[in-house]
């Protein structure tokens, strides 16, 4: 299981957002170089970026922040929010990112998933964000009829290298994660699936680990982190828990 710090940029600074609710952001950080830094000394060796201000937007906002998150910190880094099209995807591999998330543009534009697959094989993730079960996008402002089962499947045979689910409705309230939806998701499909959403401590943790033969690889931790609900130090210590 490995454990990814998240670092969701609101206006250049580390946020938590409260199911997705851009009106409801806790700020933790003014500077992503030190916290990416801290999340590195700490002993991590992943990192969760997402531009938040570019998944409303469509295109990337914050670059300058994830720059220097990336300049400041060694760890395996994934990106979302915003990330649209080939260029844009080139360019943030060619920045460091190692992979890249795909969220609104995998239900808008499968097609680009497949292509992004094949051109940067291994650097291609699909986030899917869900409420009640279906597929949000465009920052979580829109929701589709699609389930997130629906989505994962699509993309089956495209080569992706992981499948982020977030429940929607757990996001930054500490209330756990959605172990039996992302475990049922994991067994449906054969790509490997990163739980994200909830994260409230060290349970949450055990409980993945004990679910990771159908197919769940790591969990995405915010304000559990942040407000030291969950500590680095005992997470990585567990066993069944990568570091690196």
């Not at 979302?80 to 260029?87: F, L």
């Not at 680009?112 to 920052?139: K, M, P, S, T």
């Not at 609900?229 to 210590?237: D, W």
Request: charged share 20%; glycine share 10%; hydrophobic share 50%.
């Amino acid at each position: 299981m490995i454990i990814f710090p998240a670092i969701d940029l609101k206006e250049g600074r580390c946020v938590r957002l409260e199911q997705g609710d851009m009106d409801r952001a806790t700020i933790f950080n003014d500077n992503p170089a030190d916290q990416a830094r801290a999340f590195a000394e700490q002993g991590f060796g992943h990192l969760h970026i997402v531009d938040l201000d570019g998944a409303f937007a469509g295109a990337p906002v914050n670059m300058a922040a994830v720059e220097t998150a990336l300049d400041a910190s060694p760890a395996f880094t994934q990106l979302g929010g915003g990330i649209r099209d080939i260029s844009t995807i080139a360019a943030w591999l060619e920045k460091g990112v190692d992979r890249v998330i795909l969220g609104t543009a995998a239900l808008r534009n499968p097609q680009l998933v497949y292509e992004a697959c094949q051109a940067f094989a291994g650097h291609i993730a699909v986030g899917i964000d869900a409420r009640d079960g279906n597929v949000a996008v465009e920052g979580w402002a829109e929701e589709s009829t699609l389930s997130a089962t629906e989505l994962a499947l699509r993309f089956e045979d495209a080569g992706v290298a992981a499948l982020i689910y977030t429940d929607i409705d757990r996001d930054g309230l500490l209330k756990g994660v959605n172990i039996a939806a992302t475990a049922a998701l994991a067994r449906a499909v054969s790509i490997p699936v990163i739980a994200s959403g909830g994260l409230a401590g060290l349970q949450d943790v055990k409980d993945l680990i004990d679910v990771a033969d159908s197919g769940i690889v790591g969990a995405i931790s915010g304000r559990a982190l942040y407000d030291g609900r969950l500590s680095a130090a005992e997470v990585l210590a567990l066993d069944g828990v990568v570091a690196c």
